[in-house]
């Protein structure tokens, strides 16, 4: 009987021993869940070396902004622009045009009879953007009798002179207008590449936290796996000794069953985040990148946080300033406003002022040369050029309003954002609440059972409900970090 009173504190004393161990583990993890920013490490320790094999997000974003072949192809794009303005400028490179004709033709003086006539003219045209003409040249038709040419001097007819565009055509006209909006293609086409960029970095963002949230995920699934595993060895221990019924290794057994599918399930969505992943990872020479092994993934951080109104308004603020959208707006009212003023221009009658000075030189030259006119036309009704300044305008019409429904859409956008995240912080806080308090019910529950006062079945079950709080805190986290990346987006600043 003595024997059997020792055997029943020595038992006793060995769960209350378990009863305390598991007590000092589970507050342990009670208080990792407080996921603080991560502090600055030292350079040559562990965490920074880990930190400097870690995909952190800004590294990742950073990689995609740089290698993302979508991106590449959109800032290839963006380049094309350049090109199309150096095509436009070409209208006003100086043209130098020459000719050299030999002619057999019949004498005006003498019907009947053959004369043959030279003409060489050279001539440099200089058009500016106001319209103006310039233009140099020369001319040599040494005749005695008169040809198809004007003649001049045995040394040539040298001259000077300008065409000037006095209404229509005067400071814009179709080529300078050309180029105007060639000139604006080049940001426009960079704001376009802006809102591709934004969408890509933001979906890129989502994808990446949902990498981190699975790879936390296993821990959990992981460390409720190992404290099944652990009981079972257990169990057995006192089912051996007549303390436990022998159906208590058949129920933990399976429990680790029932686990090890939930940790499957875990690291088969870690392989789909990855592959998700991967499909944003290049490295400079085009190839697709290397994925972190699963001990070097970044952890999940910051931790979430309510946000200001302060903040809540600077996002406002530098959403409206920042986003590509409304740039690109801006931007297509300026080339709007320039087909409005050609099209204006353009009803204007055409009226071209030309003045010609030059010296006709050598043997037979008469010295000074002297062309001056105006050129008049002038269409009666002018409808396409009316139908043109109306459309511009209701383009410019449109795109205001675009421009006040555009606004109003990205400030809903960073509102959503903003609420997104508080919401999730204060979900966030609840649920942390809610695994705390879990924990102290499974620490109970299991000094209970070391006590004798509970069942496998009870303790696999407080398990099991921390765990899922766990999984719902890691969750809350994701959706919290997803909605600061669509924060940052939308304000323009990511």
Not at 68 to 83: F, M, Q, T, V
Not at 169 to 197: F, V
Request: with cysteine; hydrophobic share 40%; glycine share 6%.
């Amino acid at each position: 009987m003595l024997l059997k009173t020792k055997g029943i504190r020595f038992l006793l004393a060995a769960c209350l021993m378990e009863a305390f161990c598991f007590q000092q583990s589970c507050s342990a993890q009670i208080e990792s869940i407080d996921l603080r920013p991560a502090l600055p490490t030292v350079a040559g320790s562990k965490d920074s070396q880990r930190e400097g094999k870690a995909l952190s997000f800004e590294n990742f974003l950073k990689a995609v902004d740089k290698n993302y072949p979508k991106l590449l192809s959109a800032d290839a794009e963006r380049k094309i622009s350049s090109a199309k303005r150096l095509e436009k400028s070409g209208a006003f490179d100086p043209t130098l045009n020459h000719l050299s004709e030999y002619l057999r033709v019949q004498d005006t003086f003498t019907p009947g009879k053959a004369k043959e006539a030279v003409h060489n003219e050279s001539r440099l045209d200089l058009l500016t953007r106001s319209g103006i003409k310039v233009f140099t040249g020369m001319r040599l038709n040494p005749n005695d009798t008169k040809t198809p040419f004007v003649p001049t001097g045995k040394a040539g007819e040298y001259y000077a002179g300008m065409s000037v565009p006095l209404l229509r055509g005067l400071r814009i006209n179709e080529k300078s207008a050309a180029e105007q909006q060639a000139k604006l293609g080049e940001p426009l086409a960079a704001n376009i590449y802006g809102s591709t960029r934004l969408e890509v970095l933001l979906k890129a963002a989502a994808t990446y936290w949902e990498w981190v949230g699975a790879r936390a995920r296993i821990n959990v699934a992981q460390n409720l796996l190992s404290l099944a595993e652990i009981r079972v060895t257990q169990v057995k221990g006192r089912v051996e000794k007549g303390d436990s019924a022998a159906l208590e290794i058949a129920e933990s057994e399976q429990e680790i069953q029932r686990r090890q599918a939930t940790l499957i399930k875990t690291e088969r969505e870690l392989q789909k985040a990855s592959i998700s992943l991967s499909v944003f990872l290049w490295d400079e020479n085009g190839e697709p990148r290397k994925l972190p092994a699963k001990e070097e993934m970044p952890e999940l951080g910051p931790e979430p946080r309510n946000l200001s109104e302060t903040e809540w308004l600077e996002g406002r603020k530098f959403a409206l300033e920042l986003r590509p959208e409304l740039k690109r707006i801006r931007l297509e009212k300026e080339q709007a406003r320039i087909d409005l003023r050609l099209a204006e221009n353009q009803i204007l009658p055409a009226m071209d002022a030309y003045f010609l000075q030059g010296a006709d030189t050598g043997p037979q030259g008469i010295g000074p040369v002297v062309r001056a006119g105006m050129n008049v036309s002038m269409p009666l009704r002018q409808r396409s050029a009316r139908g043109l300044a109306e459309a511009a305008r209701l383009k410019i019409q449109k795109l205001n309003f675009d421009e006040k429904a555009e606004k109003l859409r990205i400030q809903t956008e960073v509102d959503d954002t903003v609420s997104a995240m508080n919401a999730a912080y204060e979900r966030y806080s609840a649920t942390k609440q809610e695994v705390k308090k879990a924990l102290e019910v499974e620490v109970g529950e299991r000094k209970r059972f070391a006590a004798g006062d509970s069942t496998v079945f009870l303790v696999n079950q407080r398990e099991r409900t921390t765990a899922e709080a766990k999984m719902r805190l890691l969750e809350i986290h994701v959706e919290y970090l997803q909605a600061l990346a669509a924060f940052r987006a939308v304000s323009g600043r990511i």
